[in-house]
């Protein structure tokens, strides 16, 4: 089946340690994105990337990092200079042509401090 | 600051009501605009898009588009207790030749048996 598969589900960061959340997408889609939901703040950008070997800071890119070496995978690494990682972490994909060009959800990934 | 408004609710309904969700963009350029529906604890699912002025129907949910006034509403119709969800509008910025979406806050929508 095609989808966006995020893991861990569930993730925990010791204090000074850098975690990496895996995101993969078997859409053939072009665009991925990472988003930080907190309680009551809805969706915030953090990074996104329209091509293979290109990424653009989102609104809250401080603290985090991706890359994006092969079309199927965005993985996003929460490092140590963040400094309240605790959230609820989602991946999305979207096509980058055709009307509309929705982005669709993986199951996301929650991440606490230990 | 492109931004996207939602009452956060929470807009209580009775079984078999319609439940009228609302939002409004601050982007006069912004082109398609996005309803998904996000059950507590879970990933936002996709419910509806649309782009061109006017309704467009799905079952019993209908996404209204009013770009002169920069509303959309999500309307559902025979609402059931599964529609219990917070509800997420997101618009896709104009300009250049990206794709993010900016998403409001969402609305909390509780069906009542």
């Not at chain 2, 879970?42 to 309704?55: A, H, R, T, V, W």
């Not at chain 2, 609402?79 to 917070?86: G, K, M, V």
Request: with cysteine; charged share 20%; proline share 4%.
């Amino acid at each position: 089946d095609g989808g966006i598969t995020q893991s861990p589900k569930y993730l925990f960061r010791k204090e000074g340690q850098n975690v990496t959340l895996s995101c993969e997408q078997n859409l053939n889609h072009d665009a991925m994105y990472w988003y930080r939901q907190d309680p009551g703040q809805g969706l915030r950008l953090i990074y996104y990337s329209q091509i293979v070997n290109d990424f653009q800071k989102g609104d809250i890119a401080e603290g985090y990092s991706v890359s994006r070496e092969k079309k199927e995978s965005f993985p996003l690494t929460v490092t140590s200079a963040q400094k309240n990682p605790t959230a609820f972490y989602l991946c999305a994909s979207s096509a980058t042509s055709g009307t509309g060009q929705p982005q669709h959800f993986g199951d996301g990934t929650r991440l606490s401090i230990l | 600051q492109k931004e996207v408004e939602q009452n956060s609710g929470p807009l209580s309904v009775p079984e078999g009501a319609i439940a009228s969700l609302n939002c409004t963009y601050s982007d006069r350029g912004s082109q398609s605009f996005f309803w998904y529906r996000q059950y507590s604890g879970k990933s936002p699912e996709l419910i509806m898009f649309i782009y061109s002025n006017g309704d467009k129907e799905d079952g019993r949910f209908t996404a209204q588009l009013n770009k002169a006034s920069q509303y959309v509403s999500l309307l559902i119709r025979d609402s059931q207790p599964s529609d219990s969800a917070t509800y997420l509008c997101a618009v896709k910025n104009s300009g250049g030749s990206n794709y993010k979406l900016t998403f409001g806050k969402g609305t909390l929508l509780t069906v009542n048996p």
